[in-house]
Each structure stands twice: as C-alpha cells, then as structure tokens.
C-alpha cells in the first residue's frame, strides 16, 4: 500500500475535497478543530489515507464511532424546548435538495402509507385512517446543517402512537423512510419514540402545504432539518442500519441536537 509519508512522497492535496461535506460535519460537531490534514486523518484513525476511497473509509470510521456516542448520551425524557406561537414563522422556510420550482406535489387521494418489517400489521394507510388517530402539536425550532432556523407550529400523530398501533417491535434498532422525491432517511428507535417525534400532516393547523412534505412528513424536535423526511410514502421498521440522503453523502447519521 503507498504510503503518505514515504521520504519524498507528497500526498496529493485535492484528496479530500471530495470529502467535503463528512469534514464539516465532523469540523462542526467539535471533533475536527483546525482544519483537518492527512496526516491528522491517519493519526486519528490509523488508516493510510492515500486513496480517496480510503479517505471516505476513516473519516464514516470517525463519524459512525460518534453516532455510538451520541445514541448512547441520548436522553429520551429531555425536551426540546417550544415556542409560544407569537413566534411561529408562516410560510415556514422550505429547503430540498432541489429547488421549490421542482416539487413534484403528492396526490393525497391516490396517496398510501406502506408500512414494512417488524411490524404485526401491514396494512397500508390512507390519509382519512391517518386523521382518526390522537393528534399532538409542538411549536419547535428547525435546525438546518446550512446555517439557518426557524420556529414552526407542527401537528399530527405521535410517532410512538403509530408504531404501537401498528404493532412495531419497539426494539427494533430503526425506523426508516421512504419518501415520493427519493429522499431516504432513519432514525434511531429512541428518537422515533420520543414525545416530540410526530408524523406531521398539518402546520400552522393548516393542512401541509405541498412544499413541506403533504400528505405526511416527519418532525422531529431533537434532531437537525435533514433528519425529518417529507412527502413520506413508506415507514419501516427493522434492525439494518439504511443510510438516508444526506448520510451517503457524509454527513453524519446521529445528527443530534
Ligand atoms: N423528502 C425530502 N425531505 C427533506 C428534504 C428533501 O430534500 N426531501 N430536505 C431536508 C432538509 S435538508 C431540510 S432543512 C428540511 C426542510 O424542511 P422545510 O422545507 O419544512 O423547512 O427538510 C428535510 N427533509
Ligand atoms: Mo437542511
């Protein structure tokens, strides 16, 4: 394997830039201060970093070590806090990886829930099913990794509600999403019954407008934007880790507030 630090070898200095988005990331979580160089990378990790691919390798190492961490410190009692709703922002702010004009907006008639894995009861949910189950609203700040918030007024079923009554293994490890824009994502089983994890379909107590995920989006108040999925199509409950969106792209899964 070629060594970086070889007398005379010089490790190409672009090797990272594919890397960007893993280096923030673990940069803004506190656990890179500085900048990060090769060789810190290798200190770090004990990997020869001189393939990108090897690069991607330690930098998830350093990342999923983290997530352990972090799922670990997770207090499922603690509350985010909330808001009075003098300070809701209306229109919320919308952000995708595409831009709004591009929003392909969900049919709510042909619209189904499919719910999978380790659950008792498959059957798929309409929106009317959806409404008949107890409600809860949270008035919760939205985070996002880009630098930006607000305060927003969301309403819908617990997700703990849901899971109960759809018999998941509440054991289980994770709770993934489908989503009509192709835009995976997961949680881990902690966060998904926490009591300020909701499946959203009203802001505001207004119906969700197209742009922020109708018929059903997740929001979640202890985790960052990226984490809560909208125009959600499919829920799975199960025990194998699924990267969401913005996971494989680097970005660390935990994404805890
Ligand atoms: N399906 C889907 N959900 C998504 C995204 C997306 O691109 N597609 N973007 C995420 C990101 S990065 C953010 S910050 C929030 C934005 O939600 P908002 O438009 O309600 O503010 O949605 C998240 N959920
Ligand atoms: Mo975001």
Known sequence: ??????????PDPHILDDHRPEIRSLERRGLLRGGLSLGALTMLTGCDVGESSAVGKALRAVSSLNDGVQAALFDPNRLAPEYPESRVLKPP??????????IRPVDGEAWRLEVAGLVENKRSWTRQDLAALPEKEIIIRHI?????DYIGQWSGVPLRTFLERIGADLKARYVSFKTADDYPSSIDMATALHPQTLLATRYARETLPDPFGYPLRLRTATKLGFKNPKWITAIEVGNVYQAGYWESRGFNWFSGL
């Open 144 to 148: 996002c990794v880009e630098g930006w």
């Open 93 to 102: 702010r919308f952000n995708a990886y595409y831009p709004i004009e591009e």
């Open 1 to 10: 394997m070629r060594s970086l630090f070889r007398p005379g070898s010089r």
